[in-house]
């Protein structure tokens, strides 16, 4: 499934509420697009849904989900879902995105994006539970590749494969986290273009970008709490300059930096993403 054309191309910004006011002062003309996160704002009343609506009217709106937990086993919420879907209709969403994992019993949410095992059940449930999403929405629902630091279980095939099977199984659409594949890559020792040439990028109709931290005995965490280095940037080129014009989000989530700080990352991005483009172009 395609739904390329869901939000303006080019690099726009993850909404935080720590410079939510502070954007808002700034001209529309600064971002071609954000993205939010419902869930930060579901069921709550007064500021909330004002200021989302303020937002709604500076800019175009991608949504991103945080505790959709596809990947579990217990019912889906009902009373989540009919929230969930009242707010992206106010937002004018086309698709809606979360991540390819497990984040909940049906006890407690476990505030993680917790891997899946690689194997052909887990494709199957994962793909039932996606058409079972997209159907309560009425919107398509992406699939995010998330981060994993150890397998859960003996895998029955790489995390590539899995990705593609799910894909097949539940005919979503992708969200490609670049660093997510970057992390990934250097903690399982992969190659991360070997990667990216078996993704179908026609299925691709946004792409995350963000920043990690090594701790010192070499493992790589997805914090989102620093800059985007230059392999993930590479990555993000390699992408654009094959797949053409996509929304593009920066993420971060700790150690957040002014907003003008922010911005000049932004700006950082669309540079590479404009000469991607370019090349996109050229090539016919």
Do not use: K
Not at 19 to 38: G, K, Q, R
Not at 69 to 97: K, N
Request: proline share 9%.
């Amino acid at each position: 499934m395609s739904v390329r054309g869901g939000a303006p191309p080019g690099v726009g910004l993850g909404l935080r509420w720590e410079f939510l006011e502070e954007l808002l002062e700034l001209p529309a003309s600064t971002l071609p697009f954000v993205e939010i996160s419902p869930e930060n704002y579901l069921r709550r009343g007064g500021y909330y849904p004002a200021a989302l609506e303020r937002v709604r009217e500076r800019w175009p709106v991608v949504t991103h989900g945080l505790t959709m937990s596809v990947g579990g086993t217990d019912p889906f919420d009902d009373a989540y879902f009919r929230a969930l879907r009242a707010q992206l209709e106010r937002l004018g969403a086309t698709f809606h995105s979360d991540h390819l994992c497990w984040s909940a019993t049906p006890e407690n949410s476990l505030h993680d994006l917790l891997p899946l095992p690689f194997t052909d059940e887990a494709v199957r449930h994962v793909g039932r539970r996606v058409r079972e999403a997209s159907d309560r929405l009425g919107l398509p629902v992406a699939l995010e590749n998330v981060s994993y630091y150890a397998p859960r279980g003996p895998p029955a095939m790489s995390e590539l494969e899995f990705l593609l099977a799910v894909l097949d199984e539940s005919d979503a659409p992708l969200l490609l986290d670049v660093n997510h594949l970057h992390v990934n890559s250097l903690n399982h020792g992969f190659d991360p273009l070997a990667f990216l040439a078996r993704v179908p990028l026609e299925r691709v109709v946004e792409v995350h970008v963000a920043g990690h931290h090594v701790w010192e005995d070499g493992l790589v965490v997805d914090t989102h709490g620093a800059a985007a280095p230059d392999p993930v940037h590479a990555l993000l080129a390699w992408v654009v300059e094959r797949a053409g014009p996509l929304p593009v989000v920066l993420e971060r989530d700790q150690e957040i930096p002014p907003l003008p700080a922010l911005l000049d990352e932004v700006r950082a991005l669309g540079e590479t993403y404009d000469r991607a483009l370019a090349r996109w172009r050229a090539r016919g």
